[in-house]
Nanobody, 115 residues
C-alpha cells in the first residue's frame, strides 16, 4: 500500500515562505507523476503544481512565479517551495501520486497565511 506523508505546513504571515515535503513509502521515481493540490476553506480541491518523472512541471495560474515543485531523490520527497504567500493561499495542501490508473493521496497539511 502506498503511503504519502506531507509535512511543512503551518502559520505564516503574508509575504512569507513555507516549504512542504511529501514523503512516499515507495520510490518517488516509481510514480508517473506527483503533485500538490489544495482545498481552501469552503471550496473544492484544486491542483497547485505537478511534476512528472520526466521532469515536466505544471502550475496553476495562482502558483506561477511564486511556487516551485521539485524532487529530492536523496530524501525521496517531492517538495513545494511557496514564496510570497497570500491569505488566499490558506488551505489544506495534499500530495498526490499517480501510477498507471491509480492515484494515491496523503492526509494533508494545513497552511494558514495571515494578513
Amino acid at each position: 500500500q502506498v503511503q504519502l506523508v506531507e509535512s511543512g505546513g503551518g502559520l505564516v504571515q503574508a509575504g512569507g515562505s513555507l516549504r512542504l515535503s511529501c514523503a512516499a513509502s515507495g520510490s518517488i521515481n516509481s510514480f508517473n507523476a506527483m503533485g500538490w493540490y489544495r482545498r481552501p476553506p469552503g471550496k473544492q480541491r484544486e491542483m497547485v503544481a505537478s511534476l512528472t518523472t520526466g521532469g515536466s512541471t505544471n502550475y496553476a495560474d495562482s502558483a506561477k512565479g511564486r511556487f516551485t515543485i521539485s524532487r529530492d531523490n536523496a530524501k525521496n520527497t517531492v517538495d513545494l517551495q511557496m514564496n510570497s504567500l497570500k491569505p488566499d493561499d490558506t488551505a489544506v495542501y495534499y500530495c498526490r501520486a499517480t501510477r498507471g490508473l491509480f492515484s494515491y493521496w496523503g492526509q494533508g497539511t494545513q497552511v494558514t497565511v495571515s494578513s
